[in-house]
DNA sequence: AGTTCTAGCGGAACACGTTCCGCTTACCAC
DNA sequence: GTGGTAAGCGGAACGTGTTCCGCTAGAACT
C-alpha cells in the first residue's frame, strides 16, 4: 500500500519556488489583493499551477510572508535576554508595529494570520503566540507583568492594532500598544 | 442653477425600503456575503436596482444595520444616567459585545464599520465615536476612567475585540473587554 | 387628461477568481 | 537508452460580482 511515493518532480519545485519569490514581491509592491493571474504570469506559469501549489490566497500568503514573520519572533527571544520582561514586551510590540507598517499588504496580512482561524495560518499563528508567550512568561517569572492573561489575547489584541494601521497612522498604533501595555503590567 | 430639483420617484423609495428590509434580513440568516442578485431578487427588483441605491457592499451594510446601531450607541447615554461612569462602561461595552455576537454577520458588519476608513461609513462610525466619547466624558468627570486616551483609540481596540468574536469564544471577547477595561481605569 | 422630460429600471454584457481536464514531461525500472 | 506511468502543467470553461445602456413610467406643467 504505501508503495515507493515517487518523488516530486524538479520542475514543480521550481515553480513553487518562483511562485513564492514573486508572490513576496508583488504583494509588498501591490498588496495583498493582487491579480492571482499576474502573480501567476510573472512567474511563467499558467494560473493552474499557483492554485495546485497554494489552493487559497491564504495559503499563499502565509507562505510568502513565513520567513520575515519567524524573523520577527525571533526577535522576541533575544529581546528577553537583553532587557527587562516588561521593557522588552513593549520593545516587541513596537517592532511589530514597525514591520506592520513597513510594507503594503502586511498589516492586512498579519491580521489575515492572527485573526482568521482557518487552516494554512495555524503554523503562523502558533509562531506569533509562542513569541508572546515567551514575553508574558518573562514577565509572569520577574513579576513585572500580570499572569492571568492569556497569550491568545494579547495576540488578538495586537491583531486588532495592526488593523488599525491600515486606515489609522502610526501614531495612533503607538498609542493603542501603549495602552496596551498599560493593561498588561501590573498596578504596582 | 438650483432649479427646481425634482422630487424623488415614489417606486424608488419603495424599491430602496424593501432592498434595506430585505438585506437586513438575508444579512442576519446567512451573513454578509449573500449573493447580491439573491438580495434583488428577494426584493422583487433587478441588481442594477440594488447597485444604484447601495454602490458598494459597505454601503448597503452601513444601512442595513444603521438603526440597531443607533440603538446601541443611544443605550451609552442611558447607562451614564443610571449608574457610575467606570461601571458604564464596563456594560456599555459588554452589550456591545453581546450585540456583536446575537447575530450573524453583526461582528464582521461593526468591524467593517469601525475600521474601514470607507466612505459609507463615517456617520456610523461617528454614531460609535460619540457613545464612547459620552462614557469616557463621564468617566473623566468623576475620576474614575483615565483622560489620555482617544475615543477612537478605544473605539478601534473594541472593534478588534468584535473581529475576534468571528473566530474565537465569547468568553474571549469578555476577558478582552476586562482587559481594556483595566487599562482605561486609573491605577490608583 | 395629455404631453414632455428624465430619474430610475432591468437584465444583458463584461471582468475576474476559481475549477477542471486532456496533454506534457520528469521520474523510475529495465 | 527506452518505455511505462502518473505528477504536474496550462489555459479554456464556469460561476459570480459589477457595470452599462436602451427602455419604462412617475413627476411636473398646461
Same mark, same amino acid.
Given at each position: 500500500m504505501p508503495a515507493t511515493p515517487r518523488r &516530486? +518532480?524538479? =520542475?514543480?519545485?521550481?515553480? +513553487? $519556488?518562483?511562485?513564492? /519569490?514573486?508572490?513576496a514581491r508583488v504583494f509588498a509592491e501591490q @498588496?495583498?489583493?493582487? %491579480?492571482? $493571474?499576474?502573480? %501567476?504570469?510573472?512567474?511563467?506559469? @499558467?494560473?493552474?499551477?499557483?492554485? +495546485?501549489?497554494?489552493?487559497?490566497? /491564504?495559503?499563499?500568503?502565509?507562505?510568502? *510572508?513565513?520567513?520575515?514573520?519567524?524573523?520577527?519572533? =525571533?526577535?522576541? %527571544? /533575544?529581546?528577553?535576554?537583553?532587557?527587562?520582561?516588561? /521593557?522588552? &514586551?513593549?520593545?516587541?510590540?513596537?517592532?511589530?508595529? =514597525? *514591520? %506592520?507598517?513597513?510594507?503594503t499588504g502586511m498589516s492586512e $496580512?498579519?491580521?489575515?494570520?492572527i485573526a482568521s482561524g482557518v487552516d494554512p495560518f495555524v503554523d503562523s499563528r502558533a509562531l506569533l503566540t509562542g513569541a508572546v508567550a515567551t514575553l508574558l512568561g518573562a514577565g509572569a517569572e520577574d513579576g513585572s507583568v500580570r499572569t492571568d492573561v492569556a497569550s491568545e489575547d494579547v495576540l488578538l489584541l495586537m491583531g486588532g492594532i495592526a488593523y488599525s494601521v491600515q486606515h489609522g497612522t502610526k501614531e495612533q498604533a503607538g498609542r493603542l500598544v501603549d495602552l496596551l501595555m498599560d493593561a498588561l503590567t501590573k498596578n504596582t
Open positions: &516530486t +518532480r524538479s =520542475d514543480a519545485l521550481e515553480n +513553487r $519556488a518562483r511562485l513564492l /519569490e514573486v508572490a @498588496g495583498l489583493d493582487t %491579480a492571482p $493571474a499576474a502573480i %501567476a504570469k510573472q512567474a511563467g506559469v @499558467g494560473v493552474g499551477t499557483l492554485y +495546485r501549489h497554494f489552493p487559497t490566497r /491564504e495559503a499563499l500568503v502565509d507562505a510568502a *510572508y513565513r520567513h520575515q514573520l519567524t524573523l520577527v519572533c =525571533d526577535q522576541a %527571544a /533575544e529581546l528577553v535576554t537583553r532587557h527587562p520582561a516588561a /521593557e522588552a &514586551t513593549r520593545l516587541w510590540m513596537t517592532h511589530f508595529i =514597525d *514591520y %506592520a507598517t513597513a510594507k $496580512a498579519l491580521n489575515a494570520i
